[in-house]
């Protein structure tokens, strides 16, 4: 009976302490599933706030076990939500797919304190802030992306706090206000996109204390003040693009204090001829793409530049530079990009260019750099655009040896003082060349037949110039040609040709601007080839007349049609009605005679009008845009009447 009552007790304690573990085990596995009740109070709340997610990843949002919600992670030891994972941009198998969230993003995010990456990014619609106090409750964060999005507001001065922070990607979005000096805190930064927002104020200083950085994007915002002085103190930044800003002073000569002098460059063996000092590393030595363009900066460029040995890209253009290209720039190898145009820049090009074998773009136009042009630029073998317009460079013929250049395929050399012929010897380039600008200097005499044989070409420019020749028939071969501007010369004879065009792509001459020349006949081939993507037509100031095409309303694409200065005579067409994407129309000093036909009131783009200074009459159709145009439109015709003329008299 003991015994028995003992055997008892004891399965029952065995029973008990079976039940008891299993409770144990499956509180666990529960731990694991269920949430915190601040994670999910804070994943509840952020979905609240979306109206709608076409990706349909909040659907799966019911119930309380967060852990395996789509976009959520866990920390497998606490259990605590560690990630929030859902970018807008879904890769999914083999299609990748764009949704959208739209909604704001609900400062309760910032319950879910055990956070170290949030990716919001691309959802497109989603508004809102980021928390002001995000900086004091996740201080675990490492990653915060935010970008593609709509949200607005400042940069919280908490931010310094996220210590672990590494990355953080709020580009393209509508944050404004200065950036905080707490950003110098974030001791673990490594890539800091900013672009494509509305900051605005200094770039703190304090950024230079963030010396693990790899990458600094800060473009397209409305930043003022100086680049910070210690910038080189970023010595592992491989990516600084500080573009498209109102930045002004000059560029801080730390990005090339010398850090390290290699012994190398004393090594006599170096017998290839090479400048000698390429082992010379500058402060910010890891930096390969430098993009400063579109800004106010200021003052000469270091004369250790070339210590920037690991450069790959350099946009300088469109700022206040001035004085020399400096001659180091020759020792930086790796260069397959210098943009330089756009500044102030004088002196001779140095002829140490000719070393960066690896350069496949040069730009240094419109700068008041002089000749000569370097013969060691001869040596640029993999040199595919080279554009040197608009300097004091006084070129008298374009150097042959340019044309020798195997890889060139884009030159620009408008304004570089070329007199003479166009010379034959173009020819070498004629398989390989896409863009050709001679704009702006003195050619004269004929354009070549052969420039048929340029099938390669997308854009011509021989605009400004004084060339007297009819346009050759082989240019009907320039399938490619997508602009053709030849304005301002003394050309002759018929445009035929022009509109016979046989486009590779349907409808890929875009741009042709004959204006200011000679030309007699051929505007009758307007609407009779493949003319449909043609955007931009100017065939004022010459001689063309009779009358304007009726299938002139196939220009489907027209933004911009000037025929002004000519002798055309006869009516409108009505059918130019049908050319609705017009924006600007000029038809002044011609004799056009007849009405403004009432179908014009349906070109509903139009901004500018002018058909001044004709032999118009009747009443003008009275309605948007026409009644719109100030009175000088009209003036100088026949007998127009109405508004917004005087009022016509029956
Ligand atoms: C828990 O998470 C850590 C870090 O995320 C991971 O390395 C580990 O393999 C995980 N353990 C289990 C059991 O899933
Ligand atoms: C920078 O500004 C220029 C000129 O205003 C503009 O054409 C360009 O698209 C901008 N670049 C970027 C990346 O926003
Ligand atoms: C360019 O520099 C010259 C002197 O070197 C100066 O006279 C001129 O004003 C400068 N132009 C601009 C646009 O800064
Ligand atoms: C350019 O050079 C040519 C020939 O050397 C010379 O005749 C001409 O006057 C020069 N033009 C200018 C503007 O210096
Ligand atoms: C052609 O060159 C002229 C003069 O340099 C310039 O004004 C014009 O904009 C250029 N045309 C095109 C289409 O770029
Ligand atoms: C240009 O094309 C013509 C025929 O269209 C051909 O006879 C001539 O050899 C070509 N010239 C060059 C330099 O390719
Ligand atoms: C057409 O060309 C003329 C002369 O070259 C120029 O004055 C006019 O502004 C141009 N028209 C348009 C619409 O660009």
Not at 113 to 141: C, M, N, R, W
Not at 302 to 311: I, N, V, W
Not at 486 to 502: A, D, P, Y
Not at 539 to 560: A, C, E, M, Q, Y
Request: glycine content about 8%; overall charge negative; proline content about 5%.
């Amino acid at each position: 009976m003991g015994s028995s009552s003992y055997l008892v007790s004891r399965a029952l304690w065995v029973y008990v302490m079976l039940v008891s573990v299993s409770a144990a085990e499956s509180r666990i596995l529960l731990d694991k599933e269920e949430c915190h009740l601040d994670d999910l109070k804070g994943l509840k709340d952020f979905k609240a706030s979306i109206k709608s997610d076409t990706s349909g990843r909040l659907e799966t949002w019911t119930g309380e076990r967060c852990c395996i919600w789509d976009g959520v992670s866990c920390d497998n030891k606490t259990g605590r939500v560690n990630k929030l994972y859902l970018p807008g941009f879904i890769t999914s198998g083999d299609a990748p797919d764009q949704t959208y969230m739209e909604g704001w993003l609900s400062p309760s995010i910032t319950l879910m304190v055990s956070l170290e990456v949030i990716d919001l990014s691309a959802l497109s619609h989603l508004t809102g802030q980021i928390p002001p106090q995000i900086g004091f409750h996740l201080p675990k964060l490492r990653e915060l992306t935010l970008f593609g999005n709509r949200l607005s507001g400042s940069l919280p001065e908490s931010i310094g706090k996220l210590s672990n922070l590494e990355g953080l990607y709020l580009h393209e979005n509508s944050f404004s206000r200065s950036l905080p000096s707490s950003l110098g805190s974030l001791k673990s930064l490594r890539r800091l996109y900013l672009h494509t927002n509305q900051f605005s104020g200094a770039i703190p200083e304090s950024i230079t204390n963030l010396t693990n950085m790899l990458s600094l994007d800060l473009h397209q915002n409305s930043l003022t003040g100086n680049i910070p002085a210690d910038i080189g103190n970023l010595q592992f930044l491989e990516e600084l693009d500080l573009s498209n800003n109102s930045l002004s002073g000059t560029i801080p000569s730390s990005i090339c204090k010398l850090t390290f002098i290699s012994t190398m460059y004393l090594n006599t063996n170096n017998l290839e001829g090479e400048i000698p000092f390429p082992t010379i590393a500058g402060q910010m030595s890891a930096l390969k793409f430098l993009r400063l363009q579109n800004n106010r900066l200021s003052g000469r460029l270091p004369s250790a530049f070339g210590f920037l040995t690991s450069l790959q890209r350099v946009s300088l253009s469109n700022n206040q530079l001035e004085g020399p290209i400096p001659y180091s720039l020759g020792t930086l190898r790796s260069l397959s990009e210098l943009y330089l145009d756009g500044n102030n820049f004088s002196g001779q090009i140095p002829s140490s260019l000719g070393h960066l074998s690896q350069l496949l773009a040069l730009t240094i136009s419109n700068n008041m750099l002089q000749e000569p042009l370097p013969h060691e630029l001869s040596l640029l073998l993999n040199l595919q655009i080279l554009d040197l317009s608009f300097n004091d460079i006084n070129l008298s013929v374009i150097p042959e040896w340019l044309l020798g250049l195997p890889s060139l395929s884009q030159i620009y050399l408008a304004g570089c003082g070329i007199r003479g012929e166009i010379p034959d010897y173009l020819q070498k380039a004629s398989s390989s060349l896409q863009v050709l600008d001679l704009s702006e200097n003195h050619l004269t005499g004929e354009i070549p037949t052969w420039f048929g044989n340029l099938t390669q070409i997308w854009s011509l420019n021989l605009s400004r110039n004084s060339l007297t020749s009819t346009i050759p028939k082989t240019i009907t071969n320039l399938g490619s040609l997508t602009v053709l501007d030849i304005h301002s010369n003394k050309l002759t004879g018929t445009i035929n040709e022009v509109f016979h065009i046989q486009s590779r792509f349907e409808g890929s001459l875009t741009y042709i601007d004959l204006s200011d020349n000679r030309f007699t006949s051929g505007i009758e081939q307007i609407g009779r080839g493949s003319q449909t993507g043609i955007q931009y037509l100017n065939l004022s100031h010459n001689h063309f007349n009779g009358r304007i095409p009726t299938l002139i309303g196939k220009l489907k694409s027209v933004d911009s049609l000037d025929l002004s200065y000519n002798e055309l005579s006869s009516q409108l067409p009505i059918s130019l009605a049908n050319a609705h994407s017009l924006e600007r129309l000029k038809l002044q000093k011609n004799q056009i005679t007849g009405n403004i036909p009432n179908q014009f009131l349906n070109l509903r783009r139009l901004k500018e009008l002018d058909v001044s200074d004709n032999l118009l009459v009747g009443r003008i159709p009275l309605g948007k845009p026409l009644s719109d145009f100030p009175r000088s439109t009209y003036s100088g015709n026949k007998g127009l009447c109405g508004k917004p003329l005087d009022p016509c008299m029956s």
